[in-house]
């Protein structure tokens, strides 16, 4: 009796594919990480990973803005002590 199926690795994911050549369809066998739970783990991996990212770009931007902070305090100080009269554009001709 002749088997009217062939089982074929998918070239892109790895999967194995059952092709049935009396109709023609194809359909895929499950793999090892195939599910719900296992695409539940995947969600929940690239959720963390997108968190950690975020928090360290929070933290990143935090200290930029404290050291913009510090600069515009020294600078304030700096213009405090300079007395001396703003130059005119019109003194410049």
């Not at 929070?58 to 020294?74: I, M, V």
């Not at 300079?82 to 005119?88: E, T, Y």
């Given at each position: 009796?002749?088997?009217?199926?062939?089982?074929?690795?998918?070239?892109?994911?790895g999967?194995f594919l059952e092709?049935d050549?009396r109709?023609?369809?194809v359909?895929?066998q499950?793999?090892?990480d195939?599910g719900?739970?296992?695409?539940?783990q995947?969600q929940?991996q690239e959720?963390d990973r997108?968190?950690?990212?975020?928090?360290?770009a929070?933290?990143?931007?935090?200290?930029?803005?404290?050291?913009?902070?510090?600069?515009?305090?020294?600078a304030?100080?700096k213009?405090k002590d300079?007395?001396?009269?703003?130059?005119?554009p019109?003194?410049?001709?």
């Open positions: 009796m002749t088997r009217h199926v062939i089982t074929v690795p998918c070239p892109c994911c999967r092709i050549t109709t023609g369809k359909r895929a499950p793999g090892k195939s719900l739970d296992a695409l539940l995947k929940k959720s997108l968190t950690d990212l975020f928090d360290g929070r933290g990143a931007e935090r200290e930029r803005d404290s050291e913009l902070d510090d600069l515009f305090k020294q304030k100080e213009s300079d007395r001396d009269k703003p130059r005119s019109f003194d410049l001709e």
